[in-house]
């Protein structure tokens, strides 16, 4: 079994944080040592626990509306890697999901990075991702952050949770639309057709 192989083996059995995980580990991510795009998310919710798909949900259906891609092209591992912060289900809070198990991203990211040489664009989604990945170099506020996205470029762009609890972020903040998902589309369909 070749490095790449034996990482995943063991990252989809990891039990690193088993005791607060209130469904139980299930670790869900997409890698292949060719992606080009990453996709760094949060964590998965109920529905991608329960299918083991990630973004298989309402989130992921603006996500890819975002991309301008299918469910074909998005759950193609030799053009998207997907690697959120947390692996599994953090379990419920009081304002929605839990955040990332801290645990996580710190065993697994880097060397699952390593093992992905030719990841041109990372997206950074959410306000974790944009922690982890940008450090001080991010903004004070997660729409700072969003809207400063050219200064990213071209390693990362980072981008709001397109979570339907965020519609009403989206609508005070039309240059989004106008702005960033054109930018996003474009940088994708161009690593795509490369």
């Known amino acids: ?8 083996t063991e990252a989809k059995a990891c039990r690193l944080c088993e005791s607060f995980l209130p469904l139980g580990p299930r670790p869900v991510f997409s890698i292949r040592p060719t ?3 990453l996709v760094i998310g949060q964590a998965p919710g109920t529905k991608v626990h329960k299918t083991g798909i990630p973004w298989n949900d309402p989130s992921g259906d603006e996500l890819r509306r975002w991309l301008g891609v299918d469910r074909d092209v998005f759950y193609d591992p030799e053009i998207f890697g997907i690697m959120p912060m947390g692996f599994c ?17 710190p065993t697994w990211h880097e060397r699952m990075r390593a093992q992905m040489p030719v990841v041109q664009l ?5 306000q974790y ?4 990945y940008l450090g ?3 903004k004070r506020t997660l729409t700072e952050t969003v809207m400063a996205f050219e200064e ?12 339907p609890r965020n519609r009403m972020w989206q609508r005070r903040n039309p240059w989004f639309e106008e702005e ?5 589309r474009d940088r994708v369909h161009e690593l795509i057709r490369v």
Request: contains cysteine; charged residues 20%; positive net charge.
């Open 1 to 8: 079994m070749d490095s790449f192989e034996k990482l995943v």
């Open 122 to 126: 990372t997206l950074l989604i959410g």
């Open 35 to 37: 992606s080009k795009i």
């Open 129 to 132: 991702a944009q922690k982890y």
């Open 136 to 138: 001080a170099t991010r």
């Open 180 to 184: 960033v998902v054109p930018t996003l």
């Open 89 to 105: 289900y953090p379990g419920r809070g009081k304002g929605g999901d839990m955040p990332p198990r801290p645990e996580c991203a």
């Open 152 to 163: 990213y470029s071209p390693v990362y762009i980072p981008l709001v949770h397109p979570s």
